[in-house]
């Protein structure tokens, strides 16, 4: 089977075999993107597709096409839900929390075993709130460190950010808007100590780590505290769904 995790910036891929990881691929999406993954899908020799993608709607049809040249069977798409494997979605819509960090959460209640916040540091950084007990507590959205305010305006064009819920507050957000931090004094990296030492404070027990993205070592740098740094997240939690 083909897992296909597709971010704002970048596609990446792994191919699974009777349980074991034959081959992994990534790219980002220059002009040629979807022949140079179609190339790649046809050394695989798989005939199940998983799909988690935040992508627009131009690339998702681009991406479609692709796949449809190779799968006959139907490629499954996740989406976030309510509830799933023992984790409560916190989001009032929940539907509308990114599949990415849905399915980190997936995977972090199988590693952790306390309360964990989880940090995917990418084009955007999330942190996500989850309780040992599966309740997921909400969120924050950041700028990556090297995103600009108004690239990440561009990776969240579906968002009006005039919208009240874009505000400055203390508590973790439970609706994309509510959960988006930014024009503060900080950079986004700077924000993530006073967001991690301040949420802390909102479980009962000790707090594990868990950290993904490009910038996962930098961030936990930042942090001066360790953590426990799973590139392979999103991967997992798919995973975790599939053996479901």
Partial sequence: MILLDCGNSSLKAQSWEAGRLQASYACSYPSRWTHNLLCWLQTQNATHCYLASVLDATRQMQLEQCLNRIFSNPVVRFVSEKQALGVINAYRQPERLG??????????????????????????????????????????????ANTSIDQFKQIFSHIDFNHPAIVETADPGC????????????????????LVNRWTLLFENEVTLLLAG??????????????????????RGMRRLVDQ
């Fill in 99 to 144: 599949v990415d960090r849905w399915l980190a959460l997936l995977a972090s209640a199988e590693i952790a075993i306390a309360d964990a916040i989880v940090i995917d540091a990418g084009s955007a950084i999330t942190l996500d709130l989850l309780r040992v007990d599966g309740q997921h507590l909400g969120g924050a959205i950041l700028p990556g």
């Fill in 214 to 235: 490009g910038d996962a070592a930098r961030v936990q740098r930042v942090l001066g505290q360790r953590g426990i740094i799973r590139p392979d997240l999103v991967f």
């Fill in 175 to 194: 609706s994309t808007e509510a959960a988006i931090h930014i024009d503060y004094p900080q950079s986004s990296i700077e924000l993530i100590p006073e």
